[in-house]
């Protein structure tokens, strides 16, 4: 009986590890045990989506909510005057006390509540709140109308309006994330300013630092200013939103050329090695179709130096770029340019063309006076910063090397005296 027993025993420990082996074997699913059709591949689609849409809700919602706190704990530090309260050290003493409670919470250094006050303060200083929610309301539907992107991202914290208006918070600001809006306070001078670069930032889904090069840049001041002739060749509607789009100025600091006396052909190439960096200075919307485009008009082959499609302004954009100080003949050349893509490239769904002509520097009167008798829409604009691969060492490792050739020197002093010592001891 008992080996019988053991018989049937040993038989189910082999049955079981049989079946483990087969469990513990990958899955495998062949090409011949399904059918793709065109109905799983949208429906596989719209999964990815979703997750997607649930990805950002996430995003926003955590960020909305660390936001709406650093809004509230900077409107109590100023509102309750804490420091008259208790003590010119009461803020560092909050540092200590959360940072006691979460020690596992980043954001709740001395440094970082300054600065949360500090952005209360910004805003509500210069005006009440009621009137920083109308503002930034104004903002927000401006954005929203010329990105369906946005609205969809808006769309998500809408259930969140009522608990941060209430609070005074801009639902707005919970669209950038908090570093962004210390880089804006700490740099700008007016709410109008701020709300200029919360925009760009939205709009063009900015960098810390690319949010710090447009700053630096002082691309509030050049925005919108170009020199143009828009208003007479575009809609209303049209010419404001590509003098939104174009810059007084160019910041070509990317750019690399070999020499000072470089010509367009030089110019060009420094700025297509770099087609990233090209496109984000040129804004949020631009793709680059191609550099010297090649045109068949009346049998000949025309070249233009930039072309670009911009898709918020839906319209090509003529790039024209000259090394040297703007002169009157350009206007005509790049008004042709313009003329040619609207008959050869152009769709019927598509704006007119834009031109653009960016120039080392330019006289505003003759810029002005150059437009009268141009048919087509243009602005001329300048640039700066290239930079030039100097044969001679930069000034700053001139210095550093005199620095060096100078301590070598005091060091070679000093093992002399040394050695002139020993031997006055010797003799």
Known sequence: MKIKQRIIFAKKKSIN?????EMEKPIIVSSHDIHIDKDYSQWIYEVKQRYRQSQIKA??????????????LGRDLMLKKIEERWGSGVVEQVSI???????????????????????????????????????VGELQYSINQSEIKLQQVVGEIEKEKITLSNSGFPLLF??????????????????????????????RDLSRNALKNCIKSNLYSHQGKILNNFTDHLSQKQSKLVQEVLKENYDFGFANVEHANYDETALEEALTRNITDLLLEMGNGFAFVGRQKELIVGGRSRKIDLLFYHFRLRCYVVCELKAVPFEPEFAGKLNFYVNAVDELLKQDEDN???????????????????????????????????????????????????????????????????NDNKTRKHE
């Open 17 to 21: 590890k049989e079946i483990i082996r």
């Open 59 to 72: 995003t926003i919602k955590v960020n909305s909510e660390k936001l709406l706190f650093n809004w509230l």
């Open 97 to 135: 006390d959360l940072k006691r409670e979460f020690p596992q919470t980043n954001g709740f250094s001395t440094s970082n509540l300054w600065y949360m006050k500090k952005w209360y303060q910004f805003y509500t200083e210069r005006i009440d709140e009621k009137k920083l929610q109308q503002v």
């Open 174 to 203: 919970s669209l950038i994330s908090w570093g962004h809006h210390i880089e804006i306070i700490t740099h700008c001078q007016t709410i109008e300013e701020a709300l200029f670069y919360i925009r760009q930032t939205i709009e």
């Open 352 to 418: 007119p063309t834009i031109g653009l002509l960016i120039c080392s520097d330019l006289n505003k009167t003759e810029v002005q006076w150059s437009f009268h008798g141009i048919s087509t829409p243009m602005g001329v604009a300048t640039y700066n910063n290239i930079k030039i691969k100097d044969i001679l060492p930069s000034q700053e490792l001139l210095k550093e090397r005199v620095e060096l050739l100078q301590k070598e020197l005091k060091e070679a002093k000093r093992i002399i005296q040394k």
